[in-house]
């Protein structure tokens, strides 16, 4: 400990660049790449234990979810979902209308009968890309009336999830003529100086 703190001490009075990498300490600058929001996170066994997000909103005119997961990959990143209430109002979804997001129907549960099963009820019925966003406010906030799959309301193919103004819907994994936009997210990326 004395041994650090004289190290810092000679840094300080004599320039960090007078210091090696052993005896001097490392600082980091965490930021997100352009176009990405960054976020801390409340580390959990939901989130797979992540710490720090970094969510963004990118175009893709009539996108499916297929196209917006490659969207994603493009960017290094991984189709994602919202967390919580403050990434939500932060990426500001009011002015996207719908924007793909992570969660698809698992196959199990794509034929309306499996409905009555409890593994197959609409807030256990979809898996994820990516575990490192707990699910848990995403499924929370259905639109009015969604999920509807269940309900003959709309065609047999609504396996994806989209969220809009008013909250997530159940709906056609090859898109929308109103979905234009997809959320990915990734780790924000550690410079060390």
Known sequence: ?????VSFVVCL??????????????????GCDKGFTYFQRNPTEKNNFT???CLGVFPQKHVTECEGSEICQNLGATISMFENEEEFKE???NKYIYVFIDG???????DRSSYREWKC?????FQFRSSATDPTFTLSNWRADDPNYFEGKSPSTDHCISFSRAGTIDIDCLG???????????????QYY
């Open 176 to 190: 929308h003529e109103d979905i234009n936009y997809v959320l990915c997210g990734k780790p924000p990326s550690h």
């Open 1 to 5: 400990m004395k041994l650090e703190i």
């Open 91 to 93: 990426i500001d979804v």
């Open 121 to 125: 009820q609409p807030l256990r019925s």
């Open 51 to 53: 710490s720090e997000w």
């Open 13 to 30: 009075l004599f320039g960090f660049g007078f210091c090696s990498h052993q005896t001097c300490p490392m600082r980091s600058k965490i």
């Open 104 to 110: 698809y129907r698992m196959q199990r549960c794509h």
